[in-house]
């Protein structure tokens, strides 16, 4: 296990990492001062942006935002504050002052491991091989660079993640490939695909569905975080940084 810095006081400066824009907009408006930086959902742009943020005179670093389920009793809505950060063999523990002030104690928050993966992971089958392997709760893109980054740079990290797909679930193909390296949609590329594969149309409106559910919560759970004083500290010590 990878030993990182570890907080001796409360950090005042997060750099916070993304997979896409709508999520650093969602962050945005908690942490409006913030430097918060989106990967695009690419292992370039993850690892590009990780290593930005941690020269950019933060203090700490953060992963925000969605996550694919692995632990297939978590529905979409479920609240991931982990314990530590798994990938490439390594295992990154996360800050526990930073888990606390996130909300890592909180009743219905998730505390099991979190695992990076480099691509998106498409089959429920793969993902039940993920979750037998490695027995994380749930998988994103980001959290491995930013978790390397912050070892390198000698910070402490956490991460606050909302399981949006299931573990039970496949993903159309198109999803593989519709992000663009700012984080948005390649529209065009969406729309010559669902008009070759219609097929993939029910699979898209179901991820946005609970795309949408998994925002919900999340925003939820960051207005209940908001009258906790250890959060509010840190977001007003964060907006006057």
């Keep these: 296990m990878t030993q990182l810095k570890t907080t001796q006081s409360a950090p005042t400066r997060p750099g916070i990492l993304v997979g896409l824009k709508a999520e650093a907009q969602l962050i945005r408006a908690v942490f409006p001062h913030a430097a918060i930086a989106a990967s695009g959902a690419t292992r370039t ?10 020269a950019c005179g933060a203090d700490c670093l953060l992963s925000f935002g969605l996550a694919a389920g692995l632990d297939p009793a978590l529905p979409p809505g479920t609240l991931v504050i982990p314990t530590a950060v798994e990938a490439w063999g390594n295992t990154w523990p996360c800050d526990p002052i930073l888990r606390h002030i996130l909300g890592g104690d909180q009743q219905g928050t998730i505390s099991a491991p979190l695992l990076h993966h480099d691509d998106v992971v498409l089959e429920a ?5 993920l979750f037998a392997s490695s027995h994380c709760a749930a998988l994103d893109m980001e959290s491995g660079f930013l978790a390397q980054a912050a070892q390198e740079a000698g910070l402490p990290f956490a991460v606050l993640r909302v399981v949006c797909d299931p573990a039970t679930r496949s993903l159309p193909p198109v999803t593989a490939c519709v992000l ?11 729309l010559r695909s669902l008009l070759r594969h219609p097929s993939q149309i029910g699979g898209l409106i179901n991820l946005g569905r609970d795309a949408g559910l998994a925002r919900k919560a999340m925003l939820h759970f960051l207005h209940q975080q908001a009258n906790r004083p250890a959060f509010k500290q840190f977001t007003m010590q964060a907006s006057k940084g």
């Design 45 to 54: 742009g993850a690892q590009k942006e990780a290593r930005r943020l941690a």
């Design 125 to 129: 089958r793969h993902k039940a091989e």
């Design 180 to 190: 663009s390296p700012d984080g948005g949609l390649k529209l065009g590329l969406l």
